[in-house]
């Protein structure tokens, strides 16, 4: 396996950010959303599975930064099988915040912590079906229930954005009648509770910890919480690098990132060039 440069940054922030990392990384923590940035986007969700170079430049890299987060929409649990994440040397501190930080799987006791479920989640699981039915667009969706969340796919309608759109007003109506709201993201609507997302967990994440920089790296519609919360600890001087796995399905976040990459691909090439960097055995 070959060593890989460095990008750079195309900001001023970012290029900060990834100087403040390099300089004391034993004060960095490095936080990754799961879908799309370490893991292909899939048609079917349960088939997402960590790119196989993701969980070796993990390993090589975490034992140099302060920790490793990951951050997803996902129960903490699915993210960390689908990961492979549990039981992995080098990997012995890594956390993975769940449902948006609702839930935290810490490696160092493996298990999970949670609160008890909205219970709006499941009145809104009752009554879908019908509601998927009236709206004349449920063909080919495809329904995920995350436990604290429920999803609803268009990737595999025949018109995946038509279905989309026809969705999103009905299902928000749905998600308002019983406290939750909707997220949108890449050919998906998420219907979740208010108060939790990416951003907050990840600023909470960031304090507990005592950071002293932050890479944070995501590809879609849920991360802008996160890029914004790393932008507003930016301001209050705490270097940040921001990573967009690269998608033309979210140019919003790829115009506001300091550091584009060819999706999971590329995010593993720039997990394994950090970790050049810093030292981290190269495996045989």
């Given at each position: 396996?070959?060593?890989?440069?460095?990008?750079?940054?195309?900001?001023?922030?970012?290029?900060?950010?990834l100087a403040a990392l390099l300089e004391r990384p034993e004060r960095a923590v490095v936080a990754l959303d799961f879908d799309g940035t370490l893991a292909e986007i899939v048609p079917d969700p349960d088939r997402a599975r960590a790119h196989p170079g993701a969980v070796p430049a993990l390993a090589r890299l975490a034992p140099h930064v302060a920790s490793v987060a990951v951050v997803t929409g996902r129960p903490a649990g699915v993210a960390v099988r689908y990961g492979g994440f549990a039981g992995r040397a080098g990997l012995e501190h890594l956390v993975v915040l769940g449902h948006y930080g609702a839930e935290?799987?810490?490696?160092?006791?493996?298990?999970?912590?949670?609160?008890?479920?909205?219970?709006?989640v499941a009145a809104v699981e009752a009554e879908l079906p019908g509601v998927l039915d009236a709206s004349g667009a449920w063909q080919g969706t495809w329904v995920e229930d995350k436990g604290r969340a429920i999803a609803v796919h268009t990737r595999r309608a025949a018109d995946p954005q038509g279905a989309f759109d026809a969705l999103r007003a009905p299902l928000e109506e749905l998600a308002h009648r019983h406290g939750l709201i909707v997220e949108p993201g890449r050919l998906v609507l998420e219907l979740r509770p208010p108060g939790v997302d990416k951003g907050a967990a990840l600023s909470e994440y960031l304090r507990e910890s005592g950071a002293g920089s932050v890479l944070y790296a995501g590809d879609?519609?849920?991360?802008?919480?996160?890029?914004?919360?790393?932008?507003?600890?930016?301001?209050?001087?705490?270097?940040?690098?921001?990573?967009?796995?690269?998608?033309?399905?979210?140019?919003?976040?790829?115009?506001?990132?300091?550091?584009?990459?060819?999706?999971?691909?590329?995010?593993?090439?720039?997990?394994?060039a950090l970790a050049d960097r810093l030292g981290g055995p190269v495996p045989a």
């Open positions: 396996m070959g060593s890989h440069p460095l990008p750079e940054p195309v900001t001023p922030a970012g290029r900060a950010g935290r799987w810490d490696a160092v006791t493996g298990t999970v912590r949670a609160p008890a479920p909205h219970p709006g879609d519609l849920g991360d802008l919480a996160a890029f914004a919360a790393v932008e507003e600890l930016r301001r209050e001087g705490l270097p940040g690098l921001l990573v967009c796995s690269g998608s033309t399905e979210v140019a919003e976040l790829a115009a506001r990132a300091d550091l584009v990459v060819d999706g999971p691909e590329g995010v593993v090439t720039l997990l394994g």
